[in-house]
């Protein structure tokens, strides 16, 4: 797999991509179905406190999945919240687990976060499955945490660190204080 950022002429597959993954993605995940969401979606992603990547397969280029690096905080943090989803036509072939991979590698080698986090509802086992293959650690649970489908949910609290994981040695990010 490789990663690549999204960008505004990935318009026409991915909302193909969407569209035939309905099904999959309802009701944990609500990705643009419209050119007028898609063009705010690549917007927001133009910050620089989020950042947004395809999940591709290496060979062919076909966009198997996305993930989003949302709420970025430096300083003491030096954190992100993760959100993912699979596109059906590729969907159950490990393709998440290994892009997922790249992005906490990424994320701390590149970015140099220390932490990163998944909010997960409890009955959305296939996530939950993904997030412990990949390496987080439940910490917790939220009661009421996100707006999801219309309605405050619960959600278990995922995350992964840079010390547990092998990573590439890097300077810390400028932001973090010395002490
Ligand atoms: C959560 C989600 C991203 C998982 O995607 P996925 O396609 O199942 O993830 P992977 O590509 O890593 O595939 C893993 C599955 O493929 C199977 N698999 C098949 N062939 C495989 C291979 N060659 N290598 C690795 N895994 C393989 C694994 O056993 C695993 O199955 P399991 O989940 O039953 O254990 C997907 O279900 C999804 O998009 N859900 C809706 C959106 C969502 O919930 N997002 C998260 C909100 S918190």
Redesign the pocket.
Known sequence: MTLRPLASDDQGEFLDLVSA?ED??RP??SLPSTPQQFEAYVARYEKPDEESWLVCVRSTGVI??MVNINSIIRGRLQSGAL?????AP???????????DLVVRYAFEQLRLHRLE????PD?H??I??IR?VGFRHEGDSPEFLFIDGAWRDHERWAITNTMIDIRPTAPHPTLPER
């Open positions: 993954s999959l993605h944990w995940m198997a999945g959100a993912y989803a699979a596109f590729t969907a159950g072939q490990g393709y998440m687990t290994e892009g997922l998944a909010q997960i509802q959305n296939a996530s499955r993904l293959r």
